[in-house]
């Protein structure tokens, strides 16, 4: 019988999406970490923990009563796909789309910022917009409809590297360093391109399908063969993934963020990869790349999931403040209450920008339902000001405690385990769990992978000033300055 319930339990196995993600990485994709190429990537260290909870969520899909809330049923499809692939034309339907970013993002408690919804919800944008972006393009259309439709029916895990590396940030495209190492094109043939140099930084990219590959360069005509779009798959000849030092502890007591949620990060080298015009999106036209990047419907969907992954991060930082101050018995003290209570108007402001995007949304010319891009901008700017203040205040609220765990939980059962009971002990809980919880605070501020998580959050968005400066460049300033000057004109009537 037991071996009746393992075989059964093995073929449904290779029938779930989440084992079939995993399969599909042995495709002979190039990653290099210390040094070496990584074999048998689902099994490293570096990678399994990450590829288990991406494989669980991915599983969330087949699983009655809950993949209804995750995802839908295409038109003419027959099981479910991600809701980051659903075009909203009405507030059902991006409520939908929010709802399924909303259950994998505290599945993951927001610590996971690329689980491929976003780059999903690009292509999903692009798609959406389809019509007036052929405009610009002729071929364009058809491209983005067959990807897209690929991309949605086969699972396909999408992740973006839209930025150049940092060689001589003094210096643009004139440069010839610069220009030749920047991401270019080669060479043109009948069948497509030949792209050299390199990107970053392309967040989960040792276990992507394919990368959506673009600029953030203000082009001139000139610089034509920098200007493109690209869907590359990660398994393409000449194509090397070159990881940053892992961060992933598999000691999953004493590192419980750090041993499933650890993403990695990667910087690409194009050593003349070869990319058929069909994943070609846009090349050449300096001014139609720029115009597809300024895209409001792709910008409004893609952003909008950042959002709403973000609210779940802020929320379980607060969580582990408000419990780090109950197991120590501080949350009576004054000061303590102001910083808590301080989490919690971050939580409630940016969870009343999310809701003001979409109660604000209106339809773009094609009737898409897009969310209002102001308000989620408004969002992503103050998050990079955020997350490093509620860390700071994490940091606050435990203060030494941090740094005065046992180096692992195997003391609780050796020779001096009363006295850890006995001084570890926390006002309103165990030692043992005083201890796992002060770990877990550790993880999140003072850990490699808790570093990372604050650089990440202060500048994924792009360079934070000229994000805030943009919001100016770009606000009708006239609702602001007419009833200035209205009432000053008034003024000048009133005699006194």
């Known amino acids: 019988m037991g071996f009746i319930k393992l075989f059964l339990h093995k073929e449904l196995s290779k029938h779930l999406r989440g084992e079939q993600f995993i399969q599909s990485l042995d495709d002979g994709r190039k990653v290099w970490l210390d040094g070496g190429l990584v074999d048998h990537l689902p099994q490293h260290p570096a990678f399994s923990g990450t590829l288990k909870t991406i494989s669980r969520l991915f599983n969330m899909l087949d699983e009655p009563g809950i993949r209804e809330s995750i995802g839908f049923v295409p038109p003419g499809g027959k099981k479910y796909v991600h809701g980051s692939f659903l075009v909203p034309y009405s507030s059902q339907d991006l409520d939908k789309r929010r709802t399924s970013f909303d259950l994998w993002s505290r599945e993951t408690h927001g610590m996971m910022s690329r689980l491929s919804d976003y780059g999903r919800s690009m292509i999903t944008g692009w798609y959406a917009a389809r019509e007036e972006i052929g405009k610009l393009d002729p071929h364009f259309e058809s491209k983005i409809t067959a990807y897209y439709e690929e991309a949605r029916d086969k699972d396909l895990f999408l992740t973006t590297a839209i930025l150049d590396p940092q060689i001589d940030r003094s210096n643009g495209l004139e440069d010839s360093r610069i220009n030749e190492r920047f991401l270019h094109v080669v060479k043109e043939t009948s069948e497509g391109i030949i792209v050299r140099g390199a990107k970053m930084i392309a ?15 203000n082009f001139e005509e000139k610089d034509h063969k920098h200007a493109h779009v690209l869907i590359v798959p990660a398994n393409s000849e000449g194509l090397n993934i070159v990881c940053r030092e892992s961060f992933a502890d598999h000691r999953a007591q004493n590192h419980i963020l750090s041993s499933r949620y650890e ?8 050593d003349d990869v070869f990319i058929p015009w069909e994943r070609v999106l846009l ?13 409001k419907t792709a910008n409004s969907l893609a952003f909008h999931q950042t959002v ?17 101050a109950e197991s120590i018995g501080v949350q009576g003290y004054l000061h303590i209450q102001e910083k808590l209570g301080e989490l919690i108007t971050q939580i409630d402001v940016m969870k009343a920008l999310v809701i003001a995007s979409e109660t604000m949304a209106k339809p773009d010319k094609s009737g898409v339902l897009v969310p209002e891009l102001s ?10 000001k955020y997350y490093p203040r509620a860390i700071e205040i994490l940091q606050q609220v435990g203060g030494g405690g941090f740094v005065q765990t046992p180096s692992g939980m195997e003391d609780f059962y050796g020779p001096i385990s ?5 001084y570890f002990e926390g ?26 998580h604050e650089l990440y959050e202060r500048f994924y968005a792009g360079d934070p000033v000229r994000a805030y400066a943009n919001q100016y460049v770009k606000f009708e300033k006239e609702s602001l300055t007419d009833p200035i000057w209205k009432l000053i004109k008034e003024s000048s009537k009133d005699v006194y």
Do not use: C
């Open 263 to 270: 993403e990695m990060d990667a910087v690409l080298f194009f």
């Open 203 to 217: 967040t989960g990219a040792p276990y992507t399908h394919d990368f959506i590959i673009f600029s953030f360069l």
């Open 427 to 452: 006002a309103a809980v165990s030692a043992e769990k005083k201890v796992q919880l002060f770990k877990l605070g550790w993880d999140l501020i003072g850990s490699p992978l808790g570093s990372r």
């Open 283 to 295: 090349y050449g036209n300096s001014e139609t790349v720029l115009k597809l990047r300024a895209n």
């Open 308 to 324: 709403v992954r973000y609210v779940s991060k802020l929320e379980f930082v607060t969580g582990v403040a408000f419990a780090v």
């Open 418 to 422: 009363n006295q850890m009971h006995l």
């Open 375 to 384: 308000y989620i901008d408004t969002a992503r700017n103050i998050g990079t």
